[in-house]
């Protein structure tokens, strides 16, 4: 029998400040996360239980009535349905376009910095001023819209109040607004691409199309899902561009309404903020399995060159 005493080395200077400046620089996210993101979602787990009180005083413990209610109220689940169309139609356009766009952006044109600006322009203006004037372009009576349409001799569309084509109209503005954003995130992945496979590919006789769909796609892939994610958790939160274009009273209120404007309403609107509490508690449940499912997915088509 050997006896074997094994001692725990202790970390040198070195490691230590290594550790410490390491923690140093990642304790503000961590802080920013924990204060505006862990704290809030368990407040809001926690009202979601509760019948709230007026001024938030009287809260009484209800237990799951609030999702039972939940559950059962048809417009929590037209509000899902819209959000989730919202959120399929936005996707798909917005980063087909996007990829178009930066791929054209990434070669050698006139101008090309002063087309890299405009396209990222909707990206630093405010929400609630690029609606105001989408609702002045979407405007029936006076709008520019409606104007191209009766000089096309096409009559005029109520963009707005027009249940059949209101959420058309936010999906408009949710992709125009979006494409700035997707289009410097791919910029940057293209340049990563090495020029060779493309050297290579000219010299196997591949043709533009050929290129972009067998080298530019794939390589691109890392880029693409981190946008997909992204954008697809921004879009499940759509709010602005509702609350701004469409009033409680509009005949497209129930063809537009997402989960988020539903929240709003019934927290501040009519009070209810332990029904909103479990609103948003279902909408941070579909955005988590949606992505786990990508997440999962992503080893199919995502290529880690």
Same mark, same amino acid.
């Given at each position: 029998?050997?006896?074997?005493?094994?001692?725990?080395?202790?970390?040198?200077?070195?490691?230590?400040?290594?550790?410490?400046?390491?923690?140093?620089?990642?304790?503000?996210?961590?802080?920013?996360?924990?204060?505006?993101?862990?704290?809030?979602?368990?407040?809001?787990?926690?009202?979601?239980?509760?019948?709230?009180?007026?001024?938030?005083?009287?809260?009484?413990?209800?237990?799951?009535?609030?999702?039972?209610?939940?559950?059962?109220?048809?417009?929590?689940?037209?509000?899902?349905?819209?959000?989730?169309?919202?959120?399929?139609?936005?996707?798909?356009?917005?980063?087909?376009?996007?990829?178009?766009?930066?791929?054209?952006?990434?070669?050698?044109?006139?101008?090309?910095?002063?087309?890299?600006?405009?396209?990222?322009?909707?990206?630093?203006?405010?929400?609630?001023?690029?609606?105001?004037?989408?609702?002045?372009?979407?405007?029936?009576?006076?709008?520019?819209?409606?104007?191209?349409?009766?000089?096309?001799?096409?009559?005029?569309?109520?963009?707005?109040?027009?249940?059949?084509?209101?959420?058309?109209? &936010? +999906?408009?503005?949710?992709?125009?607004? @979006?494409?700035?954003?997707? *289009?410097?995130? =791919?910029? !940057?992945?293209?340049?990563?691409?090495?020029?060779?496979?493309?050297?290579?590919?000219?010299?196997?006789?591949?043709?533009?199309?050929?290129?972009?769909?067998?080298?530019?796609?794939?390589?691109?892939?890392?880029?693409?899902?981190?946008?997909?994610?992204?954008?697809?958790?921004?879009?499940?939160?759509?709010?602005?561009?509702?609350?701004?274009?469409?009033?409680?009273?509009?005949?497209?209120?129930?063809?537009?309404?997402?989960?988020?404007?539903?929240?709003?309403?019934?927290?501040?609107?009519?009070?209810?903020?332990?029904?909103?509490?479990? &609103? +948003?508690?279902?909408?941070?449940?579909? @955005?988590?399995?949606?992505? *786990?499912?990508? =997440?999962? !997915?992503?080893?199919?088509?995502?290529?880690?060159?």
């Amino acid at each position: 029998m050997f006896n074997y005493s094994i001692s725990k080395r202790k970390p040198t200077k070195r490691q230590v400040n290594e550790w410490f400046w390491g923690w140093f620089f990642i304790a503000p996210t961590i802080v920013g996360l924990i204060i505006l993101n862990l704290i809030p979602i368990i407040q809001t787990m926690y009202l979601s239980f509760f019948r709230t009180g007026a001024f938030g005083r009287g809260n009484v413990f209800i237990g799951f009535d609030n999702y039972v209610r939940l559950f059962n109220d048809a417009q929590v689940w037209r509000a899902t349905a819209n959000t989730l169309l919202y959120t399929g139609l936005v996707i798909p356009i917005s980063i087909s376009i996007s990829l178009v766009i930066a791929v054209l952006l990434n070669e050698k044109i006139f101008a090309r910095t002063t087309y890299r600006t405009i396209y990222f322009i909707p990206m630093i203006a405010a929400p609630a001023a690029v609606t105001m004037v989408w609702k002045w372009l979407y405007n029936r009576e006076f709008g520019l819209l409606n104007y191209l349409m009766d000089w096309l001799g096409l009559g005029r569309v109520d963009w707005i109040n027009n249940p059949n084509v209101a959420l058309i109209s &936010i +999906v408009i503005i949710g992709i125009w607004s @979006i494409i700035g954003y997707n *289009v410097v995130l =791919m910029l !940057a992945g293209l340049q990563e691409i090495p020029k060779d496979y493309y050297e290579a590919s000219v010299i196997d006789g591949a043709g533009p199309v050929s290129k972009f769909f067998h080298i530019t796609i794939p390589l691109l892939s890392p880029t693409l899902f981190f946008i997909t994610v992204t954008t697809i958790i921004q879009s499940m939160q759509v709010f602005d561009f509702i609350y701004m274009m469409i009033d409680v009273a509009s005949p497209a209120y129930d063809n537009t309404v997402s989960l988020v404007y539903l929240f709003y309403n019934n927290s501040f609107k009519y009070g209810e903020r332990g029904y909103g509490s479990a &609103i +948003v508690m279902l909408l941070l449940a579909i @955005i988590m399995i949606i992505t *786990v499912l990508q =997440m999962k !997915a992503q080893k199919k088509w995502v290529n880690y060159r």
